[in-house]
C-alpha cells in the first residue's frame, strides 16, 4: 500500500558527506513515522534515526552528532544527511515507513554507501 523510493547514495571518503532522500507514495497517513534503518554484510538491521510528523526525531547512538534527519509533509519525503562519514558507517540504507494505527512497517529497496579512501 506504501512504496518507498530511496536516491542519493554513493562513495564517499572518510569525513564527507551525503544526503539521502525517501520518496513516499500511495497510502500515506499524516500520522505515520518514517525513518532509516542500515544493514551491513554480517551485521543485524540498525535504527539510523527516524522523525514523526511534528518534527519529533530519535536516532541511533552511532550516529548521534553527525546525522540530521528531516521531513517535508507535503512532499512526503524525508531526508538523511550524513556528516563526518566514517568506514563503519558503510551499509545498506533503508527508508522505513510505519502506519501506527495497523503498526506495519514498508520497507524501500535501499541505497548503497560506500565510506571508503
Known amino acids: 500500500q506504501v512504496q518507498l523510493v530511496e536516491s542519493g547514495g554513493g562513495l564517499v571518503q572518510p569525513g564527507g558527506s551525503l544526503r539521502l532522500s525517501c520518496a513516499a507514495s500511495?497510502?500515506?497517513?499524516?500520522?505515520?513515522?518514517m525513518g532509516w534503518y542500515r544493514q551491513a554484510p554480517g551485521k543485524e538491521r540498525e535504527l539510523v534515526a527516524n522523525i514523526t510528523p511534528g518534527g519529533t526525531t530519535n536516532y541511533g547512538d552511532s550516529v548521534k552528532g553527525r546525522f540530521t534527519i528531516s521531513r517535508d509533509n507535503a512532499k512526503n519525503t524525508e531526508y538523511l544527511q550524513m556528516n563526518s562519514l566514517k568506514p563503519e558507517d558503510t551499509a545498506v540504507y533503508l527508508c522505513?515507513?510505519?502506519?501506527?494505527?495497523?503498526?506495519?512497517?514498508?520497507w524501500g529497496k535501499g541505497t548503497l554507501v560506500t565510506v571508503s579512501s
Open positions: 522505513n515507513y510505519k502506519n501506527i494505527w495497523w503498526n506495519v512497517n514498508y
Open positions: 500511495g497510502n500515506i497517513f499524516s500520522t505515520d513515522i
